[in-house]
């Protein structure tokens, strides 16, 4: 009878020695397949496909080039074989994941520093602006006469923009798709000249102390 029982009691052994006990780990240096979109904007959210990613830790980053390093704990999602992240400011030409000491492929990319902004022309004339019965700041009914014609923005400025401008987003509820808000005057001034010197302008504002004046010789 003993020498029936040495292979179950063996057996049992084993299968209890491979429960929850055992760490099965996954070996290789961290690679990166492809990142989706191919081409993005600062501000966007961008997925990393791969493998030998690991869980997030203290000692796991995504580099965008040699001066930005972003921690997997601040990574919207880290998974062995997926990293989600927005896009912040930088001008970087590749990225490569660092888990301990391993460094995987650096995979290019392309990041546009703004994105295109659809605009519309606006013929001189009247109209009336302000209500009669709205909130206080938009009473009353007034004329209002543009001279020049104008080229404004189609859209609202939304926090994505304002954030591939500006590199931060100071809005109440946070959402890419949203207009910015809780915005003071002289930070849409500046957010103004930052963005005509994005596309290679002169800006169209000068400060003197906290006034600000329009430079009409601008092209911004």
Request: net charge negative; proline share 5%.
């Amino acid at each position: 009878m003993r020498k029936l029982l040495y292979p179950y009691l063996l057996f049992f052994i084993v299968v209890v020695g491979c429960g929850e006990n055992t760490l099965i780990t996954e070996s290789g240096k961290p690679t990166i397949d492809k990142i989706v979109p191919i081409e993005f904007s600062i501000g966007d959210t961008v997925e990393i496909y791969g493998n030998n990613f690991g869980d997030p830790s203290i000692y796991s980053y995504i580099c965008l080039g040699d001066t930005t390093k972003i921690s997997s704990t601040k990574c919207l999602k880290w998974t062995i074989s997926k990293i989600k992240l927005i896009i912040p400011k930088t001008d970087a030409k590749d990225a490569f994941v660092i888990i301990d000491k391993d460094t995987s492929n650096k995979f290019p990319i392309k990041i546009h520093k703004i994105i295109p902004i659809d605009t519309l022309e606006i013929s001189g004339g009247s109209f009336v602006m302000g209500s009669r019965d709205g909130l206080k700041d938009e009473q009353p009914e007034h004329e209002v006469t543009i001279t020049p014609t104008l080229i404004v923005a189609k859209y609202e400025v939304t926090q994505r923009l304002f954030y591939q401008v500006m590199g931060f987003n100071p809005s109440l509820v946070k959402d890419n798709r949203l207009p910015v808000d809780s915005i003071e005057w002289s930070v849409a001034i500046d957010f103004c000249n930052k963005l005509s010197e994005l596309y290679g302008l002169s800006p169209a504002y000068k400060f003197t102390g906290n006034n600000a004046t329009w430079d009409t010789t601008s092209n911004g």
